[in-house]
């Protein structure tokens, strides 16, 4: 049973920042990935910037120099902040955790598991 909670969408103006948070909770579950997806009317979902355990990160060409995502480990949580933003931006947000689960009690192990938040939505006005 996972849960990701996301918050920090809303409406901003261009050349503005903003922070986005999302919370991954669930026992047994080793969250080895953390990232953001979004979509944008008529468009299909694309990845914006994930992020492992270990730190490395991964940034979508047209985000980076403007956009950080980081983790904390101990609360697997994961931000991404948003600088410079753009109209384009404009989109749904969700968070994505890729996640290992194991269970003595259970005696199951199952690995690369793909949890979704429900979005929050980005608006950029011009």
């Known amino acids: 049973q996972v849960q990701l909670v996301e918050s920090g969408g809303g409406l901003v103006q261009a050349g503005g920042s903003l922070k986005l948070s999302c919370t991954a909770s669930g026992s047994a579950y080793s969250f080895n990935a953390m990232g953001w997806y979004r979509q944008a009317p008529g468009k299909q979902r694309e990845l914006v910037a994930a992020?492992?355990?270990?730190?490395?990160?991964n940034y979508a060409d047209s985000v980076k120099g403007r956009f950080t995502i980081s983790r904390d480990n101990a609360k697997d949580t994961v931000y991404l902040q948003m600088n410079s933003l753009k109209p384009e931006d404009t989109a749904v947000y969700y968070c994505?955790?890729?996640?290992?689960?194991?269970?003595?009690?259970?005696?199951?192990?199952?690995?690369?598991?793909?949890?979704w938040g429900k979005g929050t939505l980005l608006t950029v006005s011009s």
């Open positions: 992020i492992t355990s270990g730190g490395n990160t």
């Open positions: 994505n955790a890729r996640a290992d689960y194991y269970s003595a009690s259970d005696g199951l192990f199952t690995r690369d598991m793909d949890f």
